[in-house]
C-alpha cells in the first residue's frame, strides 16, 4: 500500500505526516523552531535549522511507523511564505534567511509602489515589506556585496527541495508571493524582476504545485531507508496548501487558517486582482485557480506569546478565560505584535491592551487577545467585500482551530457560520501530503481533495453578533488614533537602525 509524506516548513516549526492511500494519518512529527530578531523590524532564520528540523522529523516518522515510511512514494512541500533564501554559485545561503514578517524593507516597498505602480495588477497585490522584491532592494542598497553575490532567490520549503532532490525549483503559489509572478500568465514578470535588479537567471523553475519536482536523491533514499524513486512534488505555499488539504479548490470555497499568522482565502476559477484593497490575488497551487486572500501577520502566535509571558499552559488560559466569558470584553487589544499587512500594511504597527484596570484578571487579558485576532479577521472580511467577494461560511484550520471558544468568538466577530473539521489543525502537512500523492500518480485533484470529515458547524449568535459590532468599531478607531505614534514613536526609538 502506497504512502505519502508531507513537511510543512513553518515559522515556528517543522511539521512533518505520512498518510495511507486512504488518506488515514499514520504518524506525524513537530519540531520547533527559533526566530532571530538581531535589530527591530527584523525577523530571521537560519536555512540550515529547517534543513535539520526536517531530518528530525524524518527520524520521529520513521520511528513512529517504520513500515509505513518504507512504502512513501511521494512527499510534498509546504511552507510560510516570502521568505528571502539567498544562494551563492555553490548552492550556499549567503546569509540568514529574511522572513515574511520582517519589515526592515518598507522603503523600499513604497518605492516600488510609486515607481512601478502598474505592476500590483500584474503580481496580484500592493507591494509591502513582507513579500520577497522588497527584501532584495534593501539587500542591493545596505548589504550590496552580499547582492552582487546572489546566484538563485529560493523561498523557504525550495531550500528543503534543493537538499531532497537538487532542484532549484518552486510552484505558482509560493512563487505568487514574491512580487515577481505575472499571476494571470503563471510566469515570472520580467518587468518586475528588473524593477529589484534580477532577471530569470536568479528564478527557481516554475511548476504546479501537483507536478513532480524530482526524486529524492539516492544518498538520502538510502540512508532514510526509503524506495529509490520517491517523487518530490511541486508541494505550496502555506495558505494554498492548508486549501489543498481541506478541499477549498473550487469557487467560492473560503477558509480561516489561524496559524502562527492569520489568513482568510477564497478560492476563484479566474484570476481576480484588486491591489487597492490589500487583498492578496494569487495563483492556487492547483492548474487553472487563484485565490483571493487577506493576509495578517498576527494569529495563534499571540496566544503563545501571551502564554510565555504568563509561564501559563495555552489550554489551561483558554479553559480560564472560557469560564470566566460573559460576553464581549471591556478590553482591547491591538494585536499587531509584528506589524500587520492586511488591511493596514504597516510594519511599525505593535500590540497594545487598553483599558486596564485594578479589576483586570487574567482571563480577560486572554479573552482580549482572542478578540482582537478576532477583530482582525473582521477587517479582512470587510477587504474582500470591498473586492466583491462576499462570504457565505468559512473552514477554520491551523492551530488556533483546536479551540471551539476562539471559533465561537470568530463565528460572532465575523456574524459568519464556521465549519471545523476533523484534523483541521494539520492543514498544511496534511495539502502537502495531498499533493505529493497527485504527483506520484497522475490522479485529478478532484477526485482526492475532498472535504474532511466535519467536526461542527458553529453557526453566530445573533445577540452576540450585535454586542460585537460596535466593540469591532472601538478597535478600528484605536489603532487610527495610534497609527502616527506607532512611526512616531518605533521610528524615533534608537534601535530602530534598519541599515
Not at 513500515?67 to 511564505?81: D, E, K, V
Not at 515570472?188 to 511548476?207: N, Y
Not at 476563484?268 to 490589500?278: D, I, S, V
Given at each position: 500500500?502506497?504512502?505519502?509524506?508531507?513537511?510543512?516548513?513553518?515559522?515556528?516549526?517543522?511539521k512533518?505526516?505520512?498518510?495511507?492511500?486512504?488518506?488515514?494519518l499514520?504518524?506525524e512529527?513537530?519540531?520547533?523552531?527559533?526566530?532571530?530578531?538581531?535589530?527591530?523590524?527584523?525577523?530571521?532564520?537560519?536555512?540550515?535549522s529547517?534543513w535539520?528540523?526536517?531530518?528530525?522529523?524524518?527520524?520521529?516518522?520513521?520511528?513512529?511507523?517504520?513500515?509505513?515510511?518504507?512504502?512513501?512514494?511521494?512527499?510534498?512541500?509546504?511552507?510560510?511564505?516570502?521568505?528571502?533564501?539567498?544562494?551563492?554559485?555553490?548552492?550556499?545561503?549567503?546569509?540568514?534567511?529574511?522572513?515574511?514578517?520582517?519589515?526592515?524593507?518598507?522603503?523600499?516597498?513604497?518605492?516600488?509602489?510609486?515607481?512601478?505602480?502598474?505592476?500590483?495588477?500584474?503580481?496580484?497585490?500592493?507591494?509591502?515589506?513582507?513579500f520577497?522584491?522588497?527584501?532584495?532592494?534593501?539587500?542591493?542598497?545596505?548589504?550590496?556585496?552580499?547582492?552582487?553575490?546572489?546566484r538563485?532567490?529560493?523561498?523557504?520549503?525550495?531550500?528543503?527541495?534543493?537538499?531532497l532532490?537538487?532542484?532549484?525549483?518552486?510552484?505558482?503559489s509560493?512563487?505568487?508571493?514574491t512580487?515577481?509572478?505575472?499571476?494571470?500568465?503563471?510566469?515570472?514578470?520580467?518587468?518586475?524582476?528588473?524593477?529589484?535588479?534580477?532577471?530569470?537567471?536568479?528564478?527557481?523553475?516554475?511548476?504546479?504545485?501537483?507536478?513532480?519536482?524530482?526524486?529524492?536523491?539516492?544518498?538520502?533514499?538510502a540512508d532514510?531507508?526509503?524506495?529509490?524513486?520517491?517523487?518530490?512534488?511541486?508541494?505550496?505555499?502555506?495558505a494554498?496548501?492548508?486549501?489543498?488539504?481541506?478541499?477549498?479548490?473550487?469557487?467560492?470555497?473560503?477558509?480561516?487558517?489561524?496559524?502562527?499568522?492569520?489568513?482568510?482565502?477564497?478560492?476563484?476559477?479566474?484570476?481576480?486582482?484588486?491591489?487597492?484593497?490589500?487583498?492578496?490575488?494569487?495563483?492556487?497551487?492547483?492548474?487553472?485557480?487563484?485565490?483571493?486572500?487577506?493576509?495578517?501577520?498576527?494569529?495563534?502566535?499571540?496566544l503563545?506569546?501571551?502564554?510565555?509571558?504568563?509561564?501559563?499552559?495555552?489550554?489551561?488560559?483558554?479553559?480560564?478565560?472560557?469560564?470566566?466569558?460573559?460576553?464581549?470584553?471591556?478590553?482591547?487589544?491591538?494585536?499587531?505584535?509584528?506589524?500587520?499587512?492586511?488591511?493596514?500594511?504597516?510594519?511599525?504597527?505593535r500590540?497594545?491592551?487598553?483599558?486596564?484596570?485594578?479589576?483586570?484578571?487574567?482571563?480577560?487579558?486572554i479573552q482580549?487577545?482572542?478578540?482582537?485576532?478576532?477583530?482582525?479577521?473582521?477587517?479582512?472580511?470587510?477587504?474582500?467585500?470591498?473586492?466583491?467577494?462576499?462570504?457565505?461560511?468559512?473552514?477554520?484550520?491551523?492551530?488556533?482551530?483546536?479551540?471551539?471558544?476562539?471559533?465561537?468568538?470568530?463565528?460572532?466577530?465575523?456574524?459568519?457560520?464556521?465549519?471545523?473539521?476533523?484534523?483541521?489543525?494539520?492543514?498544511?502537512?496534511?495539502?502537502?501530503?495531498?499533493?505529493?500523492?497527485?504527483?506520484?500518480?497522475?490522479?485529478?485533484?478532484?477526485?482526492?481533495?475532498?472535504?474532511?470529515?466535519?467536526?461542527?458547524?458553529?453557526?453566530?449568535?445573533?445577540?452576540?453578533?450585535?454586542?460585537?459590532?460596535?466593540?469591532?468599531?472601538?478597535?478600528?478607531?484605536?489603532?487610527?488614533?495610534?497609527?502616527?505614534?506607532?512611526?512616531?514613536?518605533?521610528?524615533?526609538?534608537?534601535?530602530?537602525?534598519?541599515?
Amino acid at each position: 500500500m502506497p504512502h505519502y509524506l508531507g513537511i510543512d516548513v513553518g515559522t515556528s516549526a517543522v511539521k512533518a505526516l505520512i498518510v495511507d492511500e486512504h488518506q488515514t494519518l499514520m504518524a506525524e512529527a513537530d519540531v520547533p523552531l527559533e526566530i532571530s530578531r538581531p535589530r527591530n523590524l527584523w525577523s530571521e532564520q537560519d536555512p540550515e535549522s529547517w534543513w535539520l528540523a526536517v531530518q528530525g522529523a524524518i527520524d520521529q516518522l520513521r520511528d513512529q511507523a517504520p513500515a509505513a515510511f518504507a512504502r512513501i512514494r511521494g512527499i510534498g512541500l509546504s511552507g510560510q511564505m516570502h521568505g528571502a533564501v539567498l544562494l551563492d554559485a555553490h548552492d550556499e545561503p549567503l546569509r540568514p534567511a529574511i522572513l515574511w514578517n520582517d519589515g526592515r524593507s518598507f522603503q523600499e516597498a513604497e518605492d516600488l509602489g510609486k515607481q512601478h505602480p502598474h505592476l500590483s495588477g500584474i503580481v496580484g497585490v500592493l507591494p509591502m515589506a513582507g513579500f520577497t522584491a522588497p527584501k532584495l532592494l534593501w539587500l542591493a542598497r545596505h548589504e550590496p556585496e552580499t547582492f552582487r553575490s546572489v546566484r538563485k532567490v529560493l523561498l523557504p520549503k525550495d531550500y528543503i527541495r534543493l537538499k531532497l532532490t537538487g532542484a532549484c525549483a518552486t510552484e505558482m503559489s509560493d512563487a505568487a508571493g514574491t512580487w515577481w509572478l505575472d499571476e494571470a500568465a503563471r510566469d515570472w514578470s520580467d518587468e518586475a524582476l528588473a524593477a529589484t535588479g534580477l532577471d530569470r537567471a536568479h528564478m527557481p523553475d516554475l511548476i504546479e504545485g501537483s507536478a513532480p519536482s524530482g526524486i529524492l536523491r539516492a544518498t538520502l533514499a538510502a540512508d532514510w531507508g526509503m524506495r529509490n524513486d520517491v517523487v518530490v512534488a511541486g508541494g505550496a505555499g502555506d495558505a494554498a496548501a492548508g486549501a489543498v488539504g481541506l478541499g477549498a479548490i473550487e469557487e467560492g470555497a473560503a477558509f480561516i487558517s489561524l496559524g502562527t499568522s492569520g489568513q482568510l482565502f477564497v478560492t476563484t476559477r479566474q484570476y481576480r486582482p484588486a491591489p487597492e484593497t490589500l487583498i492578496h490575488s494569487f495563483c492556487h497551487a492547483l492548474p487553472d485557480r487563484w485565490f483571493q486572500m487577506a493576509a495578517m501577520l498576527n494569529g495563534a502566535s499571540c496566544l503563545a506569546w501571551a502564554a510565555g509571558l504568563l509561564k501559563a499552559d495555552i489550554a489551561h488560559l483558554l479553559r480560564q478565560a472560557e469560564s470566566a466569558y460573559e460576553g464581549p470584553s471591556s478590553l482591547l487589544f491591538l494585536p499587531y505584535l509584528a506589524g500587520e499587512r492586511t488591511p493596514h500594511n504597516d510594519p511599525y504597527a505593535r500590540g497594545v491592551f487598553f483599558g486596564l484596570s485594578p479589576e483586570t484578571q487574567q482571563a480577560d487579558l486572554i479573552q482580549a487577545i482572542l478578540e482582537g485576532v478576532a477583530f482582525t479577521f473582521a477587517d479582512a472580511k470587510a477587504c474582500l467585500e470591498q473586492a466583491s467577494t462576499p462570504l457565505s461560511y468559512a473552514g477554520l484550520i491551523g492551530g488556533g482551530s483546536r479551540s471551539a471558544f476562539w471559533a465561537r468568538i470568530l463565528a460572532n466577530v465575523l456574524n459568519l457560520p464556521l465549519v471545523r473539521y476533523k484534523g483541521s489543525d494539520k492543514g498544511p502537512a496534511f495539502g502537502a501530503a495531498r499533493l505529493a500523492r497527485l504527483a506520484a500518480t497522475g490522479e485529478t485533484p478532484e477526485t482526492l481533495c475532498s472535504t474532511p470529515a466535519v467536526l461542527e458547524v458553529i453557526e453566530p449568535d445573533p445577540r452576540l453578533v450585535e454586542l460585537y459590532r460596535p466593540r469591532i468599531e472601538n478597535f478600528r478607531r484605536l489603532y487610527s488614533a495610534l497609527r502616527p505614534e506607532f512611526r512616531h514613536i518605533l521610528g524615533g526609538w534608537k534601535g530602530t537602525d534598519v541599515s
